[in-house]
């Protein structure tokens, strides 16, 4: 049996914007089919490491192919067959939804009659059918995104990249685009998606690599990640948080570790896969008169995992890689 080439593969690749290195390295490997995650902070390299797959920027070094193809060499063949949908819509605000397509469709090389029922289908298959007539510019922010990644997939392309699609959009339209990253996904293309939003890269991706100040730090597939930190993390619910600060400290000394202050003011995280200590930590915050209304033992979040592997949060606003760009 034929082994199948990756979609991607990519060897020390770099590139940087006078002093800053935004990509410092990347070594990829992206299977062919399904949905690999790029997650990291603004300003950690994913964008410019898309810019660079998507022959948009020459890497400073390093080497890549992508669709067998080498990325220097070969750059025509790899865009013939993949598309890029980036941070904002790419659609024109002043034409219908349905122009859109369709002038697209006609650039691509459909017949007129060919691009209107290419575009009608689109439309149907993103949910915007009631909006075909519309101008764009009156469109909601979901509405955008859905029409921008229709606007993609035209032509069906064998490797889409997304980069990330859902920002800035309310849960219900997340919802949505996710829905039409899966089908397109069950129809044949593999997706590279880059995303700060950790609880979209454990919903979607198959596997992840996590990027962090142009480098990859770790990867695999997000339970393999989660369990790289730990077995398990307790959550623990105070019945005052007012005493959030000594429960800590007492948590701190007892389990070792970081201990998170979720966004809940009752409430404190600490990754720790010994059940002994945990135990003891709760007996000791008895001892120090700090009230414990619930606790809990789960798998660590994707959350927890950046945060161990890179020593802050996932969603710092690190300044660089795009300003540079």
């Known amino acids: 049996m034929t082994a199948v080439e990756p979609a991607i593969e990519t060897s020390g690749l770099v590139k940087a ?50 669709l067998g193809h080498d990325l220097l060499r070969e750059p025509d063949e790899i865009r013939a067959r993949m598309s890029l949908t980036g941070q904002y819509a790419s659609v024109d605000e002043q034409l219908t939804g349905a122009e859109n397509l369709v002038l697209l469709g006609r650039l691509l090389g459909f017949a007129k009659a060919d691009a209107a029922a290419r575009g009608e289908e689109l439309l149907d298959v993103f949910g915007l059918t009631e909006a075909a007539g519309k101008q764009v510019k009156d469109y909601s922010g979901g509405m955008r995104r859905r029409l921008d990644i229709a606007a993609s997939v035209v032509v069906t392309p064998d490797l889409l990249f997304l980069d990330e699609p859902t920002t800035g ?45 142009g480098r990859i730090v770790a990867e695999g597939t997000p339970g393999e990640l989660k369990r790289s930190v730990g077995s398990g993390t307790v959550h623990v619910r105070l019945a005052d948080p007012a005493q959030r600060g000594d429960a800590e400290t007492v948590l701190a000394r007892v389990i070792g570790g970081e201990v998170h202050r979720d966004a809940d003011a009752n409430a404190l995280s600490v990754v720790s896969s010994d059940l002994e200590r945990v135990g003891t930590a709760l007996v000791e915050l008895s001892r120090a008169g700090i009230a414990v209304s619930g606790y809990r033992l789960a ?27």
């Open 17 to 66: 914007f006078g002093e800053t290195r935004a990509v410092d390295g990347v070594d990829l490997v992206v299977p062919t089919g399904g949905v690999y995650g790029f997650l990291g902070p603004n300003g950690a390299g994913k964008t410019t490491t898309i810019r660079m797959l998507a022959t948009l920027l020459q890497p400073d070094a390093g080497t890549a192919r992508v």
């Open 169 to 213: 959009l309310d849960p219900r339209s997340r919802n949505q685009v996710w829905d039409m990253i899966r089908a397109l996904v069950a129809a044949g293309t593999t997706v590279l998606l880059t995303t700060q939003y950790l609880e979209e890269a454990d919903h979607l991706a198959d596997r992840v690599a996590v990027i962090d100040r």
């Open 299 to 325: 798998e660590p979040s994707l959350d927890e995992v950046f945060f161990a592997l890179t020593g802050h949060p996932a969603d710092v606003d690190e300044k660089g890689e795009e300003a540079a760009a």
